[in-house]
């Protein structure tokens, strides 16, 4: 019997959205993950590398829903995360793992998943550190995400009503709803690598400047302090 097999423990879905991961994290946050789930619900935005395939080689012996869009959805963020969402209940999940490709939990959280998930809350929240290199996170003014729980966990309640932030940027992985939810806080730690990388730093800005001139659903002084040459960088410890 493989892991996602175990029908003795809680049963996890892991939600995710990919597009063009190939050379990126998306292998090494699917392999991390993999022990950990029952099902997998990937939304393809319009990749043109090898990232559907990566994910059905990775997940091969986990049952996989795999939607792909033909033309990419990312500027319209909410409606991406509500399409995201729509797949992803339809399997009828029991808790839901929301991540992004570049975002990976730390291997303690296999230590306490089942306890975790047999919990009376019905979400869990844990501290995103933003990498700013393999081995070191960003803290200034501007990137502080760590230092506060913000949910990637939650029990899917089929009989509440959900609403998003309806903004085309920033909108939120999950719908507004969870934040009346039953949570706890939590030990394990999101590393996400989004910004681990130069070329990936550049490309960010890039896209803010394209989609969001005005900074009207962000921070303008964050979107302008993302290619500051010196940031203040801290050593990851384990």
């Known amino acids: 019997m493989t892991e996602h097999q175990d029908n003795s423990r809680p049963h996890m879905t892991l939600s995710m959205i990919v597009r063009n991961e190939e050379h990126r994290y998306l292998r090494q946050a699917l392999e991390t993950h993999r022990p950990w789930i029952d099902r997998a619900v990937i939304i ?20 996989l829903l795999l939607v792909e869009n033909s033309t990419p959805q990312f500027a319209d963020e909410v ?9 992803t209940i339809s399997t009828k999940p029991e808790w839901i793992l929301n991540l992004d490709a570049d975002e990976i939990l730390t291997p303690d959280f296999g230590v ?25 996170y960003r803290e200034d003014q501007y990137w502080q995400a760590h230092a506060y729980y913000r949910p990637f966990l939650i029990r899917y309640r089929h009989d509440w009503d959900y609403e ?28 996400h690598y989004g910004w681990a990388r130069e070329e990936d730093r550049i490309r960010k800005v890039e896209r803010y400047q394209a989609l969001d001139p005005d900074a009207r659903y962000g921070w303008k002084e964050q979107y302008e302090s993302i290619l500051d040459p010196e940031p203040r960088l801290l050593p990851w410890l384990e």
Do not use: N
């Not at 932030?165 to 939590?186: D, M, N, V, W």
């Open 79 to 87: 409606s991406l995360r509500k399409q995201q969402w729509q797949a």
């Open 112 to 136: 306490i998943r089942d306890q975790l998930l047999s919990g009376e809350e019905d979400a869990i929240y844990f501290r995103l550190f933003d990498m700013w290199s393999e081995t070191s």
């Open 164 to 191: 998003w932030k309806e903004t085309p940027q920033h909108c939120g992985r999950f719908p507004l709803t969870i934040q009346h939810f039953s949570y706890a806080c939590h030990v394990p730690r999101v590393k």
């Open 44 to 63: 393809d935005d319009g990749s043109t590398d090898g990232t559907v395939s990566m994910c059905r080689e990775i997940l091969q012996d986990i049952p």
